[in-house]
């Protein structure tokens, strides 16, 4: 009895190796989960649910095998992939979950999320989520044509990366009064997300009380699983099969 995590995988047809890792851990690793949590970022870039492409069918294949052979999965959104959308869940079988979402581990509650929204300090980044996340704005861009939009996106790329590369590492990490907050919101000691790239588990002690923060790692070099059970909890590494 365990259920898996996973986030920040950054699927593209660019990186085979990642995607074969992937493939093996949904025909191998989750196929005896009781659930498995993909926690935003599964794509480098989705750009809209009518994505015409072999891979992205490849993808959904994969989701939809697992789900028919009764392992439920639940996804909640990257800010790399905000745009998968109801058509990607019926097609998959997959449900799509709120941006903070509590669950129940095994009699422990937890509060599960991408875990951009804790980055409070990097505001050039909030902007921009929030521009991006307007429903207006989605709704025309959804209505746009894929190619046009595969230009689109290129751009904004470019000019995020750009951006980017000015940061500093502390910026671009989750702000520790934001954690707190949205564990205390939701009533919860332990919270699991990804996001940040840094593969960890924070103990935290506040008021003689004891929370947890587990962060998910990405799969750039390997893969990288969260398998928690009533008996406990642990980071795993995959190894790239090619
Ligand atoms: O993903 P990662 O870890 O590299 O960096 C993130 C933040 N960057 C982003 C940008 C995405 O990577 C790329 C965009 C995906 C677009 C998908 C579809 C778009 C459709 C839009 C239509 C509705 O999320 C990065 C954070 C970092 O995490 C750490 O938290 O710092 O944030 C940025 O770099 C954002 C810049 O700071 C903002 C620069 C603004 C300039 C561009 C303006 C374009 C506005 C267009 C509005 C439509
Ligand atoms: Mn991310």
Same mark, same amino acid.
């Given at each position: @009895?365990?259920?898996?995590?996973?986030s920040?995988?950054?699927?593209?047809?660019? *990186?085979?190796?990642?995607?074969?890792?992937?493939?093996?851990?949904?025909?191998?690793?989750?196929?005896?989960?009781?659930?498995l949590? $993909?926690?935003?970022?599964?794509?480098d870039? &989705?750009?809209?649910?009518d994505?015409p492409?072999?891979?992205?069918?490849q993808?959904?294949?994969?989701?939809?095998?697992?789900?028919?052979?009764?392992?439920?999965?639940?996804?909640?959104?990257?800010? *790399?992939?905000?745009?998968? =959308?109801?058509?990607?869940?019926?097609?998959?079988?997959?449900?799509?979950?709120? !941006?903070?979402?509590?669950?129940?581990?095994?009699?422990?509650?937890?509060?599960?999320?991408?875990?951009?929204t804790?980055?409070? !300090?990097? /505001?050039?980044?909030?902007?921009? *989520?929030?521009?991006?996340?307007?429903?207006?704005?989605? &709704?025309?861009?959804?209505?746009?044509?894929?190619?046009?939009?595969?230009?689109?996106?290129?751009?904004?790329?470019?000019?995020?990366?750009?951006?980017?590369?000015n940061?500093?590492?502390?910026? @671009?990490?989750?702000?520790?009064? !934001?954690?707190?907050?949205?564990?205390?919101?939701?009533? $919860?000691?332990?919270?699991?997300?990804?996001?940040?790239?840094?593969?960890?588990?924070?103990?935290?002690?506040?008021?003689?009380? !004891?929370?947890?923060?587990?962060?998910?790692?990405?799969?750039?070099?390997?893969?990288?699983?969260?398998?928690?059970?009533?008996? =406990?909890?642990? /980071?795993?590494?995959?190894?790239?099969?090619?």
């Amino acid at each position: @009895m365990h259920t898996l995590f996973i986030s920040d995988l950054h699927l593209t047809p660019k *990186r085979p190796d990642i995607t074969d890792c992937f493939i093996a851990f949904m025909r191998d690793d989750a196929t005896n989960a009781d659930a498995l949590y $993909v926690l935003g970022d599964l794509f480098d870039f &989705w750009i809209g649910d009518d994505d015409p492409t072999e891979f992205a069918q490849q993808i959904k294949n994969e989701f939809k095998t697992l789900v028919n052979q009764g392992v439920p999965v639940f996804f909640s959104h990257g800010n *790399r992939d905000f745009l998968v =959308g109801k058509k990607f869940a019926k097609q998959t079988g997959v449900t799509l979950l709120d !941006e903070e979402h509590v669950i129940d581990l095994y009699g422990n509650k937890a509060v599960v999320l991408h875990g951009d929204t804790l980055c409070t !300090e990097d /505001l050039r980044y909030l902007a921009f *989520r929030e521009k991006v996340h307007k429903p207006w704005l989605q &709704w025309v861009f959804n209505r746009l044509p894929f190619f046009i939009k595969t230009r689109i996106v290129r751009k904004i790329q470019t000019d995020t990366s750009n951006d980017k590369s000015n940061k500093s590492m502390t910026i @671009m990490d989750v702000t520790p009064s !934001e954690v707190l907050a949205v564990m205390n919101k939701h009533q $919860v000691d332990t919270m699991i997300h990804g996001h940040t790239h840094r593969p960890n588990i924070h103990k935290i002690s506040t008021a003689g009380h !004891e929370k947890t923060r587990i962060v998910l790692g990405d799969w750039y070099t390997q893969g990288s699983i969260l398998v928690y059970s009533k008996h =406990g909890y642990q /980071l795993q590494c995959k190894k790239f099969i090619s």
